[in-house]
């Protein structure tokens, strides 16, 4: 495979990398009922299936006879290969691919099925379909022709690979070459040391390297799920270094990976143990009130603290970014298709009898979710091509997982049925009613026009749940990559608007484009709310709070 493949490979999956939400179950059963109510649908309505067996046949006729016109969706890169277009034999294969796989989904939406049965079936027709494409057979093209210029050494390296995937990754294809880094050598390497650790977190404060820092500084809270080092992955996509850069006194929670012992640990108890890192924060800066960044489930545990500082009168946050975060969680998404009572029951059951919800499980899970970027992709690359795994750092973090502990999975879920935040009170935590209409300090949101997960319109609708002023950005990309979006990117864009109508397809139309990354027009928000100029501290931490272990810290090498 070519490097411009290679990056190709790279930039799709981490596109499509979902980041990991807590909520969501899916199980075997689950699809095996779609599944079955797919086939019952055939029986029941037997004319409305000989209709589209019909159809398919007349349309194989065409592609038989090379009058076809069928071609794969733009942006579909898995038939890239001229051979696809080119040579006969390959286009009708291509063709009846297609043709079978347009009808299928056609007869599912034709039929008398309720709208979620509709969608779940759809869903299913796609597993079926994208497991079976061309592409992911030994007749894909790309994989002939390096079979012969390896003299079939591609072949055995893929079955080494399989062999390797079975016994060591559940037989899921390795996205990542994942011994090609290690956390502290070469991700997470910016200077920093722990000032504070707790049982739940440990808290890293960062080396200044400007002559001159803001006194206000910021305080990081990243998703319990994922590990903290996103925001400080290499020198290039690093949020912390360009924080630094700019004179920001930075701060970052790293996350315990909790074990079945901490299955008790709740909303609550993750918001203690940050209410304590933000008075070491206040203690070792000297600031009044700091800024706060949560991102994902980590906005979520941030809002609700700022929602109990609001109940309990304590200003302790000047200003607050919220990063792919969706707090009021009625979704239609793909994502949510099968989060019904019995799914969403049966997931805190699991957790809450094992006493944690792994990570690693999740990630499964989220990959079926989008099987031709997630897994067909590797299949072809690391079986039927032969080759290695890539090796890219935005995938080894995101495979690189933590787990929940039962009772705060069981809190997300219940959250996610109930919807307290979009309404005063309905939520409690650390023994005070929860009302974001009373959190009023200033507010930049950011999401992803492509984000699957937390869908930009859901974060839009969450942001009109605060009562401060809000700054919602709207940045060209997933979910992962509308966090790492360092400037110099040709391809990365923003919108902007000083309006927030309720629509947030309104607010859409009459926003703002920009090019490059929102980081440069977040870094003049947050400048405005960091406060004076003050010479940089000599040293990290005080008295009070020692540095200890230097960054990365251990709580971050926890498995």
């Known amino acids: 495979m070519t490097n411009k ?38 029986l029941k309505q037997p004319f409305h299936s000989a209709k589209h067996a019909t159809h398919f046949v007349f349309e194989l006729k065409n592609v038989l006879l090379g009058q076809s016109e069928l071609t794969p969706e733009e942006g579909d890169r898995r038939f890239a290969d001229p051979a696809w277009s080119q040579n006969p034999l390959y286009r009708r294969y291509l063709q009846t691919y297609l043709a079978w796989r347009k009808e299928l989904h056609e007869w599912i939406e034709d039929s008398n099925l309720t709208e979620q049965d509709t969608s779940r079936g759809h869903f299913v027709i796609n597993l079926l379909t994208e497991a079976m494409a061309p592409t992911n057979s030994m007749a894909n093209p790309a994989a002939v022709k390096r079979f012969f210029e390896t003299g079939g050494k591609s072949l055995l390296d893929g079955l080494s690979h399989l062999a390797k995937d079975i016994v060591h990754n559940g037989g899921m294809p390795s996205q990542v070459n994942m011994d090609a880094f290690e956390v502290g050598k070469n991700l997470a390497t910016s200077d920093g040391a722990v000032v504070f650790r707790n049982d739940l977190l440990e808290l890293i404060q960062y080396k200044p390297i400007t002559e001159q820092v803001q006194e206000r500084p910021l305080l990081v809270v990243p998703p319990q799920i994922n590990k903290y080092y996103v925001f400080d992955l290499s020198q290039e996509k690093s949020v912390a270094r360009f924080l630094l850069r700019n004179g920001i006194q930075t701060f970052v929670v790293s996350w315990r990976n909790p074990t079945k012992a901490q299955r008790e640990w709740g909303l609550s108890t993750y918001i203690e143990a940050l209410k304590e890192a933000i008075e070491v924060v206040l203690a070792i800066t000297g600031s009044k009130d700091l800024n706060m960044l949560g991102a ?58 094992s006493g944690v919800l792994e990570g690693s499980d999740m990630a499964k899970v989220f990959a079926w979710m989008r099987p031709n970027d997630l897994i067909w992709n590797y299949w072809v690359n690391n079986y039927l091509l032969g080759n290695e795994p890539p090796v890219f750092d935005i995938l080894y973090w995101n495979n690189d997982t933590t787990r929940l502990p039962a009772a705060l999975h069981g809190e997300f879920i219940e959250m996610f049925k109930t919807n307290p935040l979009t309404r005063a009170g309905a939520l409690e935590v650390c023994g005070t009613p929860i009302d974001l209409k009373q959190v009023t300090c200033d507010l930049f949101c950011l999401a992803g026009t492509t984000d699957h997960i937390t869908p930009w319109d859901a974060c839009y609708k969450s942001a009109h749940l605060f009562g401060g002023k809000v700054d919602f950005v709207l940045s060209n990309s997933g979910h992962i990559q509308s966090i790492l979006n360092p400037p110099g ?11 927030m109508p309720l629509d947030p397809r309104a607010w859409q139309a009459s926003a ?48």
Not at 311 to 326: E, F, N, P, R, Y
Request: with cysteine; charged share 20%.
């Open 512 to 559: 703002t484009k920009h090019a490059d990354s929102w980081w440069l027009y977040w870094q003049t928000w947050l400048a405005d709310r960091s406060g004076k100029l003050k010479k940089s501290p000599t040293s990290l931490g005080n008295k009070a709070y020692q540095p200890g272990e230097a960054a990365p810290g251990t709580y971050v090498h926890e498995r």
């Open 296 to 353: 994902c489930s980590g906005g979520l545990t941030t809002a609700s603290l700022l929602g109990h500082y609001a109940a309990i009168g304590d200003q302790k946050v000047h200003a607050l970014t919220l990063l792919v975060s969706v707090l009021d969680t009625k979704l239609d998404t793909q994502v949510a298709l099968f989060a019904d009572e019995k799914t969403l029951e049966a997931a805190k059951r699991r957790s809450y009898q």
């Open 489 to 499: 990117n040709p391809k990365a864009r923003y919108m902007t608007n000083t309006e």
């Open 5 to 42: 493949n290679n990056e190709d490979l790279k930039q799709q999956a981490s596109e499509s990398t979902l980041g990991l939400n807590p909520v969501i179950g899916l199980r075997g059963k689950d699809i095996l009922s779609s599944a079955r109510m797919v086939l019952a649908q055939a």
